[in-house]
């Protein structure tokens, strides 16, 4: 009796498990390649809303809020009328007092004024009226009264000018004098301001 198809049996017996591996893992390598024999790429599936979900999704960028600088207010000037100063033999403008004037509109109405500081002075005039801020003058008009403690006298030394500059004559005596001088601007404003001046011998 032949032993050989009985050995040939238990050969096959024993690499079948062999083979089953063999075709198993080929059938694994063919999974894992293309169709061009080459290992297929991973793909990874990302959840719906996800900053993966497209490739060509721009960047998101966070700006501040612009803010608009504020416009610098200018500077205004102040309503009513400017500040008249007297100038005594070219020296430092003396303020004077606002009276009686009507401007934009709105105006007050007041008596004869009587400062009552005054500067000692020797010269007779002319003195000269500025304003600040500077305004285009029409005209204006000047007089002195004598003061008496403090009465003030009749007006007298009466002065007048047209546009331009304002230079007021000085009184006829020495004395304690009070100085009004109104002007009338361009526009239909006017002012009046006071002055009290020592005039020495």
């Not at 050989?4 to 079948?16: D, H, K």
């Not at 809020?65 to 100038?87: H, M, Q, S, Y």
């Not at 003061?147 to 007006?155: A, F, L």
């Amino acid at each position: 009796m032949s032993t050989i198809p009985a050995i040939a049996s238990v050969g096959l017996t024993r690499a079948r498990p062999l083979l089953q591996l063999c075709v198993l893992l080929g059938a694994l390598a063919l999974t894992g390649c293309g169709a061009d024999g080459l290992p297929s790429p991973i793909t990874t599936t990302s959840p719906a809303g996800s900053p993966m979900e497209s490739s060509g999704a721009s960047p998101v960028t966070s700006e501040a809020p612009g803010i608009t600088p504020e416009a610098t207010p200018r500077p205004t000037e102040p309503p009513g009328p400017p500040v008249a100063g007297l100038v005594v033999a070219g020296g430092v403008p003396a303020p004077g007092a606002l009276g009686s004037y009507v401007w934009d509109g709105a105006g007050s109405d007041a008596p004869w004024l009587v400062p009552p500081a005054s500067a000692g002075v020797r010269a007779r005039g002319p003195y000269a009226v500025t304003v600040v801020p500077p305004l285009p003058i029409d005209r204006w008009e000047a007089a002195w009264a004598r003061i008496e403690g403090d009465v003030v006298g009749s007006p007298e030394g009466a002065a007048s000018g047209g546009e331009g500059r304002v230079s007021v004559p000085g009184p006829g005596a020495a004395g304690t004098w009070s100085l009004v001088v109104d002007i009338r601007f361009a526009g239909g404003n006017h002012a009046a301001w006071y002055w009290r001046i020592d005039v020495l011998p």
